[in-house]
């Protein structure tokens, strides 16, 4: 079946620093969804990318889709503690409805 | 943007009985609704697929008769969870598309313990 994994599992910096979250599919994707799920909480939509190759930003975060549409990645520049959470890119393959979300990655942020 | 209500919170159970989690869409028509699982420090699984009127699509490996989904109205959908035991011990977690059908609005899920 469809497996989306994410690197690292985790990672922790100091407020200022950039982070990224990598995203891979094993099957091409109609199109990605990443959402962030702060602790205790639930996944809030952040994004979705549809063309190949599409760059979208969002204030300090950039989000990228893959020229063959089977990976992703997500950048916060200069991070501040509020960007504490776990990120989830979330992919659909073909005009399927549902959404097969990745491994996750979970940020700690420091002062 | 869609709002998606689920009941209850949390829940502790004793191992052998049965717990129903409800979601309810308050402001707009969930045709819709994916049932995910998750552990603690894991991803979402999705669990089935249900549409109103209809029998929920299950995912492999998800006992349809262990984990009974309701969704008949556009509003409402149920999970019940059926002679729990302490390995259903998870996080339950709602969501749907709303009309637009594209990104998924969650429930704030549902921590089930069974003792």
């Known amino acids: 079946g469809q497996q989306v994994m994410q690197i690292p599992q985790y990672q922790h910096v100091q407020e200022g620093e950039d982070f990224t979250t990598y995203c891979n599919s094993s099957?091409?994707?109609?199109?990605i969804q990443w959402y962030k799920q702060r602790p205790g909480g639930h996944p809030v939509f952040l994004i979705q990318?549809?063309?190949?190759?599409e760059v979208k930003k969002q204030k300090r975060l950039t989000f990228q889709f893959g020229e063959a549409k089977k990976n992703s990645s997500l950048h916060i520049t200069a991070t501040q503690t509020t960007d504490v959470g776990t990120y989830f890119c979330?992919?659909?393959?073909?005009?399927?409805?549902?959404?097969?979300f990745g491994t996750g990655t979970r940020l700690q942020v420091t002062l | 943007g869609a709002v998606v209500s689920q009941h209850p919170s949390w829940v502790i159970c004793k191992s052998g009985t049965s717990v129903k989690i409800e979601c309810r869409s308050l402001?707009?028509?969930?045709?819709?609704m994916f049932w995910y699982r998750q552990f603690p420090k894991q991803s979402l699984m999705l669990m089935a697929t249900?549409?109103?009127?209809?029998?929920?699509?299950?995912e492999q490996g998800v006992e349809k008769d262990k984990f009974l989904i309701n969704h008949a109205s556009l509003t409402l959908s149920t999970l019940t969870v059926t002679s729990a035991h302490p390995e259903d011990s998870s996080f339950y977690i709602c969501?749907?598309?709303?009309?637009?059908?594209?990104?998924?609005?969650f429930g704030s899920g549902t921590q089930l313990s069974v003792l």
């Open positions: 979330a992919g659909r393959v073909g005009t399927a409805s549902k959404l097969t």
């Open positions: 099957t091409t994707l109609s199109n």
């Open positions: 990318l549809v063309k190949s190759g």
């Open positions: 402001d707009f028509q969930a045709t819709t």
């Open positions: 249900s549409n109103e009127g209809s029998k929920a699509t299950y």
């Open positions: 969501s749907s598309t709303g009309e637009a059908n594209e990104k998924l609005f």
